[in-house]
């Protein structure tokens, strides 16, 4: 039994559906654990239910459950009823006539349609035929089935329903549909219905559309009261018609992946994947397999009989090995052809590659054109996109009639309320592209679609700096992977378009984290002899954005003479934005050389060329980087008038990721000046303003100073809190304090690298020299030295060679930080000159002593 500290309502949380559930639980003598583990439910969602947090849960789910609980007759009823009641949109308070027909099926569950259902019924009452059109299994005849039952009450006269058959005529509709209500003419459904409403449910109107729409309007003529909901590939073509496309069930978007089952539920196509392949299987898919479940449903397309079809090959495979064998062959899949006959085993198998034909095949020869040409786009696109890609010969073509076709057919998704929001379901496009293979267009399509692509970059790019940062990070994460399969066909049939895309993109690399790929792709497509001929100031800003990224991983000396070419190329070409970002990109170059002198010449050049242009924005880059060559030599109170002079102009221009930036240095700058609680303070609300901008290397710099603030603060607990956070792989569990050669793990050659791995030796020493264990501090200490010796910040070197002299007392120690900061031109703060002479005082008591 589950103790009483279990209940942990809050007031108004109890539901009838919590005190339902938790009862049948207790007269089981189950747990929540338990009974999650039988229903093969997440068991967040059992105590979510119990606990009023969760009032509605899937139909799937309420049947999981009572089936686990051992629920039947009037007790599963009753159950079912509190967990799913009727939706306001279908009232059931009219009765039908005793003796109504119902010559319907029961429905099966349904998963995620509940606003389908609410929306259909009531599109019932305001419209004599609403169709439901989509593809073969996407589930219209589940939907339609469902839709009747709950609107049965409101339609006394009876709901019927007819399956149409291969070769019908409209005798044979009208026959069938007037013998459902017990009447053998048409003449006499009027009287039959005597004014009451009726509805009729017409299935698979694509097997005779003619005859079943002449049929239609012959009833509708004769019983003015009926309604009509039809099922088909494509419309009816009545007068009146309202086209109510079936779109698949939601898929986790690319890049979620579920951590447990509660999260996986929230998306109706991978909750009814795991459900039906619990059922096969006889046990839930485990963690591990959640990501592969994502993805699978996800190539599946939401479509509910992929799904279901998939999930039964679980018998034999787990979902990592159904991923693997099957993600690429979805079209291949078989199953029963949809209808409510049983179907002959052989003659009713139908693949998802038939299903899309059939659709595919009602189109126009130049609507199915448009879609092989539409099938080039790996994910969500604008109308205006699909324009430019359709557009031939200098013709431009108005693409929403043919996107409307699309959608009526159930071969086009549309999502959200933003401009991408189009897409073709994964098993369309791979069926448009096999065709496009067929018909020798695929070179053609993919040549123009990377050419569209590299001009909505080009467009777009310009707004990674400034006001207009957010909305355009967006649009290209939106469009990532028609950029990702643009530059991979284009690198090798189109180079010239494919440096075009590249020398556009490195901003977005850069504050995505793809440096390394990014780089490769530039340097990749300068060396390419076909893009010799580029315009010189393409080819400056390819060489630019290979140096910007490579000092991000630390591999800037080997981009400087590239930085340099095209600053030259910039300054002869009367470039103002190129020679600026020249020239900042240099001051990141040279200052991670340690050429201090000249990367503050830089800054103080572009600084000039700012000012004397009215760029505002670039006189915030550039003051920005003047204020480290002010703590560089101990002015802090300058470094922290110039960030207040940043922050200053990027509000004047709009430049908000130039002010969060400002506030991270700004949280580093007061660590330094000794205000240890106020920098954990600011850099904590630097840092997660930093997760909505991107940037994640900057990100992890300063939570990285807020867990050496912490160190210096005596917040030991906390600091190895942020090094488990940053680095847990580095974390050794056990009660004993292990050394640093047992948790010492370099990162490798590149910048963020060594400076990260700088950061975390800084912690780590300065926590066990507040410990009192300077032989453990040393060991850390001399690890930051070794780490920030190759680091674009000297500053940590000169941190961590302090360290290591407070912790050695080492004289030899003393001269190697007497040369570094000759060399690196780094003047001690207060705090360290006072560390130092404490130590200096201390030897000397020594040797007196």
Known sequence: MTPDHDRSWSPGSRTPLSDLLRGHRLVAGLTQAELADRAGVGVRTVRDLERGRATRPQRT?????????????????????????????APVE????PGTPMALPQPVPLLGRDRDVAEVSALIYAHPVVSLVGLAGVGKTALALTVAHAVAARHPAGVAGVLVGEGSDAADVLAASTSVFGVNRLADLSCRFAGRPALLL????????????EALRSLTGAAPGLRVLVTGRRPVGLPGELIRPVAPLDVPPVGVEPADRAELDRWPAAALFAARFTQARHAPPTRAELPALAALVRRLGGLPLAVELMAARGRILDVTELLDRYGDRVLDLAGVRPGWEPADPVAGTVTLREAVATSYH?????????????????????????????????????????LDRLRELGLLSVRGTGPFRFRLLDAVRD????????????AAIRLRHASVIAGLVRRTAPGLVGAELPGTVHLLDEASGDISAALAYAAEDAPAIALLLAAALPRWWRLRGRDVSGRRWLRRLLADPRTAGAPPVLRAWALLGSARLAAEHGAGPEELPAARAALAVFAEAGDVTGELSARSVLCAVLRGLGAHDEAREQADAALALATRHGRVREMAVAQHHLTWHDVRVGELAGGRRRLATVDRLAAQCGDQRLRLLARADLAELTRLEGRYAEAVEQGRRAA?????LGDPGRRRRTIGGVGLALALQGRDDEALAVVAELWPSNVVPGPRRPS??????????????????????????????????????????????????GGADRRDLVEALVGLAASTGDAAVLDRLERARQVTGVSLLPREEELLYSLAARRERARRA
Request: net charge negative; proline share 5%; hydrophobic share 50%.
């Open 688 to 692: 997660a303003a930093l997760v909505e």
């Open 61 to 89: 789910t309420v049947d999981l459950l009572a089936d686990a609980l051992g629920l039947t007759g009037a007790s599963r009823r009753e159950f079912v009823a509190t967990a799913r009641p009727v939706p306001a949109a």
């Open 94 to 97: 009219v009765e039908p006539d």
């Open 431 to 442: 069926f448009a592209a096999e065709r496009a293979d067929l018909e020798f267009e695929t």
């Open 740 to 789: 640093a050669a047992e948790r010492w793990e370099p990162s490798g050659p590149g910048r963020d690298a060594r400076t990260e791995d700088a950061l975390r030796a800084l912690i780590e020493g300065q926590v066990a020299l507040n410990r009192g264990d300077r032989e453990l501090a040393a060991e850390w200490f001399a690890a930051a030295a070794e780490a920030a010796a």
């Open 362 to 402: 009602l189109l126009a020869s130049a609507d199915r054109a448009a879609l092989r040409r539409l099938s080039a786009f790996r994910n969500r696109w604008s109308v205006e996109l699909a324009e430019e890609l359709l557009a031939d010969g200098g013709h431009r073509w108005d693409a929403v009639p043919l």
């Open 202 to 213: 017409v299935d698979a109107v694509d097997r005779a559309p003619g005859p079943v729409a």
